[in-house]
């Protein structure tokens, strides 16, 4: 009788080049084809991983598309009201100053019912991570406008497009929270392509190793995509935000306290 080739005979652990971490759950996912959650989900679990902090780490999930991340993340989450996170995450970490404590939250979350909680806790410069999702509209709840809903671009709310006059301008929140002094680290990211998805989990692990550092609060920004609310396929909505989102929230870091700390040292001492 012949063997039969195992699987195990040709998948060898020296031959494995990727696995998925273990603080992601098999739980199906809810998001549309091309979201870009799924994408950050899995950043944050990789890093929550290779930092070896999935038992000291608590996610704070919002109010939108993102409200059900506790299901996919295996760690210690709490859910707070609308646009409510940043002031949950404070009171639990100042409670529990060696925790890692991350908020979650879409722009109309964070930027349209949470702005003076945002502002505030970046002001104190709270030693939290927030994860910030910017794809210019209201997934969730039917594609209506959103603050950050680029001028032009039509909506349920604004079927002919943002006016200037009637809507005023897009909300740039993270240019806005980049001038804070308790902001340590304010950035601007995207994953719609391989390497922007590796720059995005570099960032996503610098905010984290800021929070042990007690140097304020890290702010990460990622401009995403919304296929079923832009009403496009994955490639077309990956090609809109390139050609219209970028311009207005280019891609980069925005502030580094420590690098910019350590630049100014540098200038200081060519001066003398």
């Given at each position: 009788m012949e063997d039969t080739l195992?699987?195990?005979?040709?998948?060898?652990?020296?031959?494995?080049?990727?696995?998925?971490?273990s603080v992601l759950t098999n739980n199906p996912t809810h998001y549309?084809?091309?979201?870009?959650?799924?994408?950050?989900h899995k950043l944050v679990a990789e890093v929550i991983e290779e930092m070896d902090i999935q038992e000291?780490?608590?996610?704070?999930?919002?109010?939108?598309?993102?409200?059900?991340?506790?299901?996919?993340?295996d760690i210690d989450w709490m859910q707070a009201a609308h646009g409510r996170a940043p002031a949950v995450a404070t009171g639990y970490k100042r409670v529990n100053p060696e925790k890692y404590v991350f908020t979650y939250q879409g722009d109309g979350d964070l930027a349209a019912i949470g702005t003076a909680e945002t502002m505030h806790a970046v002001n104190r410069g709270e030693n939290i991570v927030i994860i910030f999702i910017n794809?210019?509209?209201y997934g969730m709840t039917g594609g209506q406008m959103a603050p950050t809903t680029m001028l032009g671009q039509p909506t349920s709310t604004s079927p002919d497009g943002r006016?200037?006059?009637?809507?005023?301008?897009?909300?740039?929140?993270?240019?806005?929270?980049?001038?804070?002094?308790?902001?340590?680290?304010?950035?601007r990211q995207s994953v719609h392509t391989p390497g922007n998805v590796r720059k995005c989990k570099k960032a996503?692990?610098?905010?984290?190793?800021?929070?042990?550092k007690n140097i304020g609060t890290s702010f990460v920004e990622v401009v995403s995509t919304c296929s079923s609310g832009w009403k496009q396929t994955p490639e077309q909505s990956n090609k809109w935000m390139e050609e219209n989102m970028f311009p207005f929230y280019p891609l980069g870091v925005l502030k580094d306290s420590e690098r910019d700390t350590a630049d100014e040292y540098l200038v200081?001492?060519?001066?003398?």
């Open positions: 195992k699987i195990e005979d040709i998948i060898k652990p020296e031959n494995k080049v990727y696995e998925k971490t549309c084809y091309g979201c870009s959650h799924g994408v950050v000291d780490t608590v996610g704070v999930s919002p109010v939108g598309c993102a409200v059900l991340a506790y299901n996919y993340l794809n210019a509209i006016d200037i006059d009637l809507n005023g301008y897009p909300l740039k929140i993270t240019e806005l929270l980049a001038q804070l002094p308790g902001a340590a680290y304010v950035t996503i692990r610098k905010a984290f190793e800021n929070s042990a200081q001492k060519l001066k003398k």
